[in-house]
């Protein structure tokens, strides 16, 4: 079965450290991979994403993902958090016209002054 | 480049009722796909329209349908509202290489 698994609900960490939020995935075919933030009450806007090549990308705001097909993750990275971070980040999998995005249930991100 | 935009924002419903909700997508974007999102939940995929056709459906029954219009446009329609209805309703455009989501429609069944 196609899934996607955050296993972390909420995450708090202090402004200035680093971030990691994991996401685990299940797809048969190769995947496709995205990362997504959304800010209470707003749409989602699309962070990085992997498609094929590199498998450290690269985003907007400073985030960085590591796609790793051993352990079936794409684990979301940031080295300092700034407080405007604070939002839940969605990862998602899907195939090449993302469509049928599946999401992952996501994970809250509180930032401490 | 107005982005995706969606319409209504919010609004409420009645048990019972039916309700339409639309999509504008962004401009040259060919492909609209509707989610739903449950109050702390992900999306979840609802169904996909290419060429003025359902291409994808995910696992929602048939009170959920759906149009596209010739511009691209799409409305999603749901019939015989449930309180489980209730949730943010997420529209989606794209032409193959990236997803862009609109701000969603807050629809609340009473």
């Known amino acids: 079965a196609q899934s996607v698994t955050q296993p972390d609900i909420h995450i708090t960490v202090s402004e200035g450290a680093s971030l990691e939020l994991r996401c685990n995935y299940s797809?048969?075919?190769?995947?496709?991979l995205f990362w997504y933030v959304q800010s209470p009450g707003q749409g989602l806007q699309l962070l990085l994403k992997?498609?094929?090549?590199?498998?450290l990308v690269q985003g907007i705001k400073g985030f960085e993902a590591e796609f790793k097909r051993s352990q079936s993750s794409f684990n979301l990275r940031k080295p300092s958090v700034h407080w405007s971070d604070a939002a839940e980040y969605f990862c998602?999998?899907?195939?090449?016209?993302?469509?049928?995005?599946?999401f992952g249930k996501g994970t809250k991100l509180s930032v401490k002054p | 480049d107005a982005g995706v935009t969606q319409s209504p924002t919010h609004l409420i419903k009645t048990r019972g009722q039916q309700v339409t909700l639309r999509c504008s997508p962004k401009?040259?974007?060919?492909?609209v796909s509707w989610y739903q999102q449950a109050l702390g939940q992900g999306p979840q995929f609802i169904f996909q329209?290419?060429?003025?056709?359902?291409?994808q459906r995910g696992n929602f029954p048939d009170r959920f349908s759906g149009h596209q219009f010739p511009n691209y446009s799409s409305e999603l329609n749901v019939n015989a509202l449930l309180l489980g209805d209730s949730a943010l309703y997420l529209c989606?455009?794209?032409?193959?290489?990236?997803?862009?989501f609109g701000q969603g429609t807050r629809l609340t069944v009473v």
């Open positions: 998602a999998v899907g195939g090449p016209r993302q469509g049928n995005l599946i």
């Open positions: 329209y290419y060429e003025e056709e359902e291409r």
């Open positions: 401009s040259g974007h060919d492909t």
């Open positions: 992997y498609f094929s090549g590199d498998t």
């Open positions: 797809y048969g075919a190769t995947p496709y």
């Open positions: 989606a455009s794209s032409t193959g290489t990236e997803a862009f």
